[in-house]
């Protein structure tokens, strides 16, 4: 790994200072790092705010690109390698109808199941290709549960590099597909996800290739961040007071989280508290939420993952335990649901909001109903739900459900009897 630093060509830009370990503090390089030599702890890009105005900042963001390089100078890429233009300010919509079934008068979907591959992962994506080619690789790479292999896919084609997806053999086709038509080399895997990872972690190591989610993980993980941006930007620069976010390796939950932070810090919003910040995960892979209903601090791998909830199956979650202090800190809950749960909720959004989400939204979904049926999201409390990825992908989840008719005569009588034996 020292050889790594040694010959890396460090690249810092805006208020980006460099690495920081999350467990000692040891300080490193901006390159392509995400293991403390230390102590073998997370690394974390680390900036220095303190010459930023934040009258200043607000106004540079508010006439920035409608996408999340609006926020440049909170991110740790140089802004003019954009991979992926028209990535992320995606639309936050009040649920009007889905809150009057739950009962919240305040509710608000942030839907990034619109972003160009279908999935909030073209945000971290963004910014993991945009600081690789600022680096100077010339091919990336991702291991993936689906979403994130589209993505990489995407963005490698609009940059023009070579891509490697490796994925487990078993998700779902559609999202195969949907990596395989930007021209990336599909490598399936006869293994889970963590089986996956362990691998790609070995060959990242070997063919010295960006790994969006591997080496470059520390620069990936800052795109989610975007989320809070906008999020609050969007309401009027405030923050939510609850809202609800699924898990999978911990990344996304913990990035909103840091999100949230930043903007009191810069003073961007008036507010000096965190929003409520729960958790969703699927009861066949929910390590995290058994970890919080215990009270553990430890989690528990998942070795064979049984859900529908195909990209939040990991685990053995990287921030799991990240996210319970996120969730302790924020007075938050970690919930899981299972695939009954799932499916009736994925219907009740697609029925009241005409939003199709993917199973990681009603995983969301049945967690924030839960809640509020619990009484633990007031009435009148602005929260939001993430909806990160779009059905389409996997229509197979629910295949079955809605039968259509048998066809009807071309004849006004016979639509009439059709009509009549609704």
């Not at 810092?12 to 467990?23: A, D, F, N, P």
């Not at 030599?37 to 900036?47: D, K, M, S, T």
């Not at 960006?210 to 520390?218: G, L, S, Y």
């Not at 970690?334 to 990681?360: H, M, R, S, W, Y």
Request: glycine residues 10%; charged residues 20%; aromatic residues 8%.
């Amino acid at each position: 790994m020292t050889q790594l630093i040694e010959n890396a060509q460090e690249q810092t830009y805006g208020s980006v200072t460099g690495l920081r370990c999350k467990e000692c503090g040891a300080s490193y390089p901006a390159v392509a790092l995400y293991v403390c030599e230390a102590c073998f702890g997370p690394l974390e890009v680390h900036y220095d705010y303190s010459n930023l105005n934040s009258r200043q900042l607000k106004s540079e963001i508010e006439s920035g690109p409608k996408s999340l390089w609006r926020y440049a100078s909170l991110l740790p890429a140089q802004p003019f390698v954009r991979s992926l233009e028209g990535v992320g300010f995606t639309p936050l919509q009040r649920a009007y109808n889905l809150g009057e079934r739950l009962g919240l008068h305040e509710l608000y979907i942030k839907n990034d199941a619109v972003n160009p591959s279908h999935s909030f992962k073209d945000r971290p994506v963004a910014v993991a290709v945009a600081k690789a080619i600022e680096l100077g690789f010339d091919t990336i790479a991702c291991a993936s549960t689906g979403n994130l292999a589209g993505a990489v896919a995407a963005a490698g084609a609009r940059a023009g590099l070579k891509t490697y997806v490796f994925v487990p053999a078993n998700i779902e086709p559609g999202k195969i597909t949907a990596a395989a038509v930007y021209g990336a080399q599909i490598v399936p895997i006869n293994g889970t996800y963590d089986e996956v990872n362990r691998l790609a972690s070995q060959i990242a190591d070997e063919y010295g290739w960006a790994f969006t989610n591997i080496n470059m993980r520390p620069y990936y993980s800052e795109g989610s961040k975007t989320l809070a941006y906008e999020t609050a930007e969007q309401l009027g620069w405030r923050l939510p007071d609850h809202v609800v976010i699924p898990i999978a390796s911990g990344s996304l939950y913990t990035k909103i989280a840091k999100g949230f932070e930043e903007l009191i810090k810069l003073r961007l919003v008036q507010d000096e508290t965190l929003p409520v910040i729960s958790g969703a995960q699927p009861s066949g892979c929910g390590p995290v939420a058994a970890a919080f209903a215990g009270g553990y601090t430890e989690i528990k791998p998942v070795k064979q993952p049984t859900t529908i909830a195909h990209s939040l199956a990991i685990g053995s979650p990287a921030d799991g335990f990240y996210s319970l202090k996120v969730a302790q800190r924020t007075g938050g809950t970690i919930g899981q649901v299972n695939d009954e749960e799932i499916i009736d909720a994925i219907k009740l959004l697609a029925q009241t909001e005409g939003i199709f989400t993917e199973p990681a939204g009603g995983v969301t979904l049945a967690t924030l109903r839960n809640l509020a049926q619990a009484g633990k999201i007031g009435r009148d409390e602005v929260t939001v739900l993430y909806i990160t990825g779009n059905g389409l992908k996997t229509q197979n989840v629910i295949e079955g459900l809605f039968p259509i008719s048998a066809p009807v005569a071309p004849r006004l009588s016979a639509f009439e009897h059709w009509l009549e034996a609704r």
